[in-house]
């Protein structure tokens, strides 16, 4: 039976990807809603039949009062069957009509609701360019990801659980009483007007008021990862108690919101409890008053009675679950600055598969600033033959990762054309272009995964042996057997830790290069790829390096300039301009600032904070 519910929805069916999704609230849930729309339909059904259903026992029981006002063996002489069938639907057929009800409500919506918001949003972050991951902390990205789903499926479930029942039941005890006496409708009305008013007095507080809560929370949420990511930092530092200060303000700051949003809950109970105490004497009096004049009978103040008893112990509920809806609608609207953004590094609708056959790159009045007026690259003109290696070097900020970075199309050029092959890389797809292309950071993070996983990143449908001798390439077959984790798992099973924390840099960087050595891209980048290893193991992997770049397109970044030394021609970067090139023997000739750079060389590492 739970398997059926749980199948009527696909949370992983196949959707048109939009890279620009609503950005209002109610067209946003709609899209997700698509694929659940005949599930919330007959939810809507009955969720509206059982509140019916509620109402009308609550008849049959003034009915009941009436019918015992007579001689017993009368009473059930006439209507003994009737009662035996209302005690057949009530134990039989309610609790199956019940269980249709609360079984699409649990386990068809709100598993497969909260999964779907969750893939598809994840799969629309992930699609999202890097520099818009370098504008925002990840764990507020994904704290978004996490908190927007279950808040979203609570939304549904308010709306089918609470809102669309007690609107039926509303209307259903209105009809009740009509059909008692008519004047019984006029203190239900006036209750109604004066319950109206308070519901709408909360939800309009309730929606800013948890907005600020959630939003503060997820600022909590970005300053605790943001000490986590950066462990290392706050103990180097010794740093532990401003770390604290840090977060307190922003613990602080989330509690202040918090008491603001209870304040609202506490005002609306305490009016709540008065405006249903008004409730309970007006009809209840009423029906008391009729019957004393003769114009109601026993079951009609029972039922009155049953009613508005039965409308007390609601109406908190109902309140709550209004507010709880609003205040998730705040929850998912603010969930929606982070997965409804608009991406804006796509594909080109014709962009078809770079078709790389020699690996020639060109570059054609390049210019990049990120937005601003200096800094980045300005007017590059340059052509890298096939096969050619490319030593890059330069201050720091002269334009050398930017360069890079635009190469792999991590950003859109703001001027200018990246050729490969003579393809503009804004008409071929992102993966093909990346495809083709193999990079070694400085920075040598890892996955969270196995030592396996990350190299096999680089081409995961290698063979065992091809990965085992990439490497055995990079120097770090050896250390990788030596390897065992927390949980027991050793060698190439063995996890790595978050960026790979529980490795030594030069430990990570021989994985990386292993990666990169598995993938055997035509393209080459170098971005310091030794400079995390100590001097022995980077002489020996400085061979395998040379091996990697045979045949290849290489451009290296290097500050240690005896790493690009043997290079085919040395680029020689200054604020983001091409200021000198050559070998690297013609450019000491030139006595420029290649030269003054390699004089002021200690150690081989360039000073790159030197003025010409």
């Known amino acids: 039976m739970f398997r059926f519910f749980e199948n009527l929805v696909d949370p992983y069916c196949d959707y048109t990807q939009k890279d620009r999704p609503p950005t209002r609230l109610w067209p946003f849930l709609r899209e997700y809603g698509?694929?659940?729309?005949?599930?919330?339909?007959?939810?809507?059904?009955?969720?509206?039949?059982?509140?019916a259903i509620e109402i009308g026992l609550i008849y049959y029981m003034g009915r009941i009062v009436d019918l015992l006002a007579g001689e017993p063996q009368q009473v059930m002489a006439d209507h003994g069957l009737e009662l035996l069938a209302v005690a057949v639907f009530i134990v039989l057929l309610r609790p199956a009509l019940h269980m249709f009800d609360v079984a699409l409500l649990n386990n068809a919506i709100l598993p497969n609701f909260g999964t779907l918001i969750r893939w598809r949003a994840h799969k629309h972050v992930l699609r999202q360019s890097v520099g818009w991951f370098e504008n925002d902390?990840?764990?507020?990205?994904?704290?978004?990801?996490?908190?927007?789903?279950?808040?979203?499926?609570?939304?549904?479930?308010?709306?089918?659980?609470a809102i669309s029942f007690s609107l039926a039941y509303m209307v259903g005890a209105a009809i009740l009483l009509t059909a008692s006496d008519a004047r019984l409708l006029i203190p239900l009305l006036i209750w109604m007007i004066f319950y109206a008013a308070l519901v709408r007095w909360t939800v309009r507080?309730?929606?800013?008021?948890?907005?600020?809560?959630?939003?503060?929370?997820?600022?909590?949420?970005?300053?605790?990862?943001?000490?986590?990511?950066?462990?290392?930092?706050?103990?180097?530092?010794?740093?532990?108690?401003?770390?604290?200060?840090?977060?307190?303000?922003?613990?602080?700051?989330?509690?202040?919101?918090?008491?603001?949003?209870?304040r609202i809950f506490t005002k609306m109970d305490i009016t709540l409890v008065a405006l249903n105490g008004l409730l309970i004497v007006g009809v209840v009096g009423w029906t008391i008053w009729l019957w004393y004049n003769g114009q109601a009978s026993v079951g009609v103040v029972a039922a009155a009675t049953a009613l508005t008893l039965r409308l007390n112990g609601m109406t908190g509920w109902i309140m709550w679950a209004l507010t709880t809806f609003f205040r998730q609608l705040g929850v998912v609207a603010e969930g929606m600055q982070t997965i409804a953004q608009p991406i804006d590094l796509v594909d080109d609708e014709r962009a078809r598969p770079l078709q790389l056959r020699d690996g020639q790159i060109e570059l054609r009045d390049l210019s990049h600033h990120f937005g601003r007026e200096s800094g980045g690259l300005d007017g590059i003109n340059l052509t890298i033959w096939p096969g050619e290696k490319i030593g890059l070097i330069g201050r720091s900020g002269a334009g050398k990762s930017t360069l890079v970075k635009l190469l792999l199309r991590f950003y859109d050029a703001e001027n200018g054309q990246i050729l490969l092959d003579?393809?503009?890389?804004?008409?071929v797809t992102q993966n093909s272009l990346r495809s083709h292309i193999g990079m070694v950071q400085q920075d040598s993070a890892l996955l969270h995964r196995s030592v396996r996983d990350n190299i096999?990143?680089?081409?995961?449908?290698?063979?065992?042996?091809?990965?085992?001798?990439?490497?055995?390439?990079?120097?770090?077959?050896?250390?990788i057997l030596d390897l065992a984790d927390p949980e027991g798992r050793t060698g190439y099973d063995a996890h790595v830790g978050e960026r790979g924390v529980k490795l030594s840099g030069g430990q990570r960087q021989r994985v990386t290069l292993a990666r990169?050595?598995?993938?055997?891209?035509?393209?080459?980048?170098?971005?310091?790829?030794?400079?995390?290893?100590?001097?022995?193991?980077?002489?020996?992997?400085?061979?395998?390096?040379?091996?990697?770049?045979?045949?290849?397109?290489?451009?290296?970044?290097?500050?240690?300039?005896?790493?690009?030394?043997?290079?085919?021609?040395?680029?020689v970067l200054d604020q983001g301009r091409i200021v000198e090139?050559?070998?690297?023997?013609?450019?000491l000739a030139q006595s420029g600032l290649y030269a003054q750079f390699w004089a002021r060389q200690s150690g081989g590492f360039l000073n790159t904070e030197a003025t010409a």
């Open 516 to 571: 990169v050595i598995l993938k055997d891209a035509p393209i080459l980048l170098l971005d310091e790829a030794t400079s995390a290893l100590d001097s022995e193991v980077e002489a020996a992997i400085q061979d395998t390096l040379y091996g990697m770049m045979q045949g290849k397109t290489v451009i290296a970044i290097a500050h240690r300039l005896s790493t690009i030394a043997q290079m085919d021609r040395i680029l």
């Open 422 to 427: 003579g393809q503009d890389i804004k008409q």
């Open 34 to 51: 698509v694929p659940f729309r005949r599930v919330f339909v007959w939810a809507g059904l009955l969720s509206i039949l059982v509140a």
């Open 137 to 161: 902390f990840a764990g507020r990205i994904a704290n978004r990801i996490m908190q927007t789903p279950p808040a979203a499926g609570e939304v549904v479930f308010q709306v089918f659980d």
């Open 581 to 587: 090139q050559g070998s690297h023997a013609a450019l």
């Open 456 to 479: 096999l990143y680089g081409r995961p449908d290698a063979t065992e042996d091809m990965m085992i001798a990439a490497a055995k390439q990079a120097e770090a077959h050896e250390f």
């Open 205 to 262: 507080r309730v929606g800013p008021a948890s907005q600020a809560a959630s939003d503060a929370r997820s600022v909590v949420t970005g300053r605790v990862v943001d000490s986590y990511t950066n462990i290392h930092s706050v103990k180097m530092f010794a740093h532990h108690d401003r770390e604290l200060d840090y977060a307190r303000d922003a613990i602080e700051n989330s509690r202040r919101t918090f008491q603001t949003e209870m």
